[in-house]
């Protein structure tokens, strides 16, 4: 399995941007996608998920409400639109693919990673 995460950039407090995970290498309807981040000197924590076969997607508090994770079917792509950007989402946004939940141990797969800075 390879996951490719991009879209990531530089944005003002407030705006917005569209970030995706493209999934390659094997069917994935058993598994969850997540989105995590990592920001400088902290813990990479959970942002959302959902279930590839589909159901109920989750969203971190400190996201709820602005941002939104979808899928492509036929791309096999996952996103995350993050509207309303906040300086403290500024990190390296990972997709991942595995088990579901809230922590990263859960998770088998994972993309490289993109960054997104917002500026005030």
């Known amino acids: 399995v390879q996951l490719q995460a991009f879209g990531g950039g530089l944005v003002q407090a407030g705006g917005s941007l569209r970030l995706s995970c493209a999934a390659s290498?094997?069917?994935?309807?058993?598994?969850?996608m997540a989105w995590f981040r990592q920001a400088p000197g902290k813990e990479r924590e959970f942002v959302a998920r959902?279930?590839?076969?589909?159901?109920?997607?989750y969203y971190a508090d400190s996201v709820k409400g602005r941002f939104t994770i979808s899928r492509d079917n036929a791309k096999n792509s996952v996103h995350l639109q993050m509207n309303s950007l906040k300086p403290e989402d500024t990190a390296v946004y990972f997709c991942?693919?595995?088990?579901?939940?809230?922590?990263?141990?859960?998770?088998?797969?994972w993309g490289q990673g993109t960054l997104v800075t917002v500026s005030s």
């Open positions: 991942a693919m595995g088990g579901g939940g809230y922590y990263v141990e859960r998770y088998r797969y």
């Open positions: 290498g094997r069917t994935f309807s058993t598994y969850t």
């Open positions: 959902f279930r590839w076969s589909g159901g109920t997607t």
